[in-house]
């Protein structure tokens, strides 16, 4: 068994105003194969930057209220609502709230995905 607390994991402090702890996968504090956990703090008025993925993504929604787009849809989301999101759909999160907003997320294969380095340098 492996174990973690959130307070033991950094993270990182994203530009578009969020801070993302990876939890569990690959190169994670907690060592899966297959998928990566983690936590995302958004700040009011931050964002997760439009991106896709080639498989499945699961946001689970801790606090805060925001506005979740994927493809042609736009809904309002807030503490409580899971979101499943298809393969290969761009997608994006904003904070519209007054406070911050926390989320889980879950996504496979295990490994920190591209646009996550490319919002680092600059690039989206």
Do not use: C
């Amino acid at each position: 068994m492996q174990r973690i607390h959130i307070d033991d994991a950094e993270g990182t402090l994203f530009p578009a105003g969020r801070r993302t702890r990876v939890l569990v996968g690959k190169d994670s504090p907690l060592q899966a194969k297959g998928f990566v956990m983690g936590r995302v703090r958004i700040f009011p008025g931050g964002s997760i930057p439009p991106h896709e993925h080639f498989n499945e993504e699961i946001y689970h929604i801790l606090s805060g209220s925001g506005e979740m787009e994927a493809g042609n849809e736009t809904e309002t989301v807030r503490a409580g609502d899971t979101v499943y999101l298809d393969p290969n759909i761009p997608h994006t999160l904003r904070n519209t709230g007054g406070s911050d907003m926390e989320i889980l997320f879950v996504y496979s294969p295990a490994g920190v995905v591209e646009h996550w380095q490319e919002e680092l340098e600059g690039k989206r």
